[in-house]
């Protein structure tokens, strides 16, 4: 099947500092790719659809200029937890996708933010 | 609003058949899936359901009801790497719509 990596595993922060994850489709163009947030023990919650060359569209309660998407390429998207609290804390965890059928995931990041 | 439900956790012993069942309520439906995660990882495929019916893979089956809005996913011979967590997903034009997620515990 279609593989996914994401970019760091795992991440520890200082509150108000950024932090970058990366999403890679590496045997394939992703046309579109998917953000999404899981807290413990919870269910996976969508937070934005990103499409390459073209803005982010966020889900309802998802503020945009805390968690800016970037889709530079068919095989990159970018997330970037600006000034990240504890809060922020959570597994991201993208998918990608070149038809509307299946979306591949990758293995996710989990982000502690101190 | 969109929402599917699951049980939140089943128990069951290595060789039992379990059922997971999903209800849903969402604003569109193109279909129906199922995902297993282990802890810490990420979701994994593993049916998809268009139109009703059962769906067969291996020792996994899906079914689907549009009709009531229902779906479930059955596990049969379980085993002990079946432990995880199962979520049906509602596919909303090329969105996924998670379920709320059952945890499988199989013992020995």
Redesign the interface.
């Known amino acids: 099947g279609a593989v996914v990596s994401q970019h760091p595993s795992r991440v520890i922060c200082k509150s108000g500092t950024s932090v970058k994850i990366e999403c890679r489709s590496l045997d394939f163009q992703a046309t ?1 790719m ?1 953000w999404y947030r899981q807290f413990p ?6 937070m934005a ?1 990103s499409n390459e060359g073209s803005k982010a569209t966020y889900e309802q309660g998802v503020e945009k200029d805390k968690f800016l998407i970037n889709h530079a390429s068919l095989t990159l998207s970018t997330l970037t937890v600006t000034s990240a609290h504890p809060e922020d804390s959570s ?1 991201y ?1 993208c ?1 990608a ?1 070149w038809t ?4 591949f ?4 990041t ?1 982000l502690t933010v101190l | 609003g969109q929402s599917l439900e699951q049980p939140s956790e089943v128990t069951a012993v290595e060789g039992a058949i379990v059922q997971i069942n999903c209800t849903y309520q969402t604003s569109g439906f193109y279909g129906l899936s199922w995902y297993q995660q282990h802890d810490g990882g990420a979701p994994t495929f593993l049916s998809y359901n268009a139109l009703d019916g059962l769906e067969e893979t291996g020792r996994f089956s899906s079914f689907l009801s549009r009709s009531d809005s229902y779906g479930y996913l059955l596990l049969q011979e379980l085993q002990m790497k079946d432990s995880a967590s199962y979520f049906c997903a509602v596919r909303d034009g090329d969105k996924l719509i998670f379920g709320t997620g059952t945890r499988l515990q199989v013992f020995p």
């Open positions: 579109t998917f023990k919870q269910s996976l919650m969508l659809t597994f965890i998918s996708t509307s059928n299946e979306q995931f990758g293995p996710g989990r």
